[in-house]
């Protein structure tokens, strides 16, 4: 009898000290890492990111998301916008638009488009004789405002 005390003792000295020192075994799901899938974030302040951006939105015919990448207050408001979005976004320009490369789009010295860009429409017409008897064009002027490049204006020449 005193034996079996012994072993059982002994048993349970050895079960406590095993449960102190006790290590979980992982489920499966716990071995599995949980990731978190942030949204992505635009990176306006980089041409070569805002471009592409502002290519989907014309190419989709998203005109508020255009909106979103334009700058009112200065050269452009948005009753402007609102009243010319049809004028500017033919479909010649949405031509050049999804054309251009970011690295292709003409660069600006002018300090009312800091790092500025220019997309250009251009058409002319001729008479019988080869004279011009028109010329037009339809440009989007692209700047930073608030360190993000936006459409900051649009104009109409001719």
Do not use: H
Request: hydrophobic share 35%; net charge negative.
């Amino acid at each position: 009898m005193k034996n079996i005390i012994t072993t059982l003792l002994t048993s349970l000295i050895f079960l406590l000290g095993c449960d102190s020192n006790k290590k979980e075994i992982p489920t499966p799901e716990a071995k599995t890492p949980k990731t978190t899938t942030a949204p992505i974030q635009s990176d306006d302040s980089k041409w070569e990111i805002f471009w592409p951006e502002f290519q989907a939105a014309v190419a989709s015919g998203n005109k508020e998301k255009i909106a979103s990448l334009s700058y009112f207050g200065g050269l452009l408001s948005k009753k402007d916008f609102d009243d010319q979005y049809e004028n500017y976004f033919i479909d010649e320009m949405k031509k050049i638009i999804a054309g251009k490369k970011a690295e292709d789009v003409e660069k600006l010295d002018d300090e009312q488009f800091p790092e500025g860009r220019v997309v250009t429409f251009s058409e002319s017409g001729y008479d019988e004789e080869e004279d011009i008897t028109y010329e037009s064009a339809l440009m989007l002027y692209f700047g930073k405002q608030d360190g993000k490049f936006r459409l900051m204006m649009f104009f109409a020449a001719g």
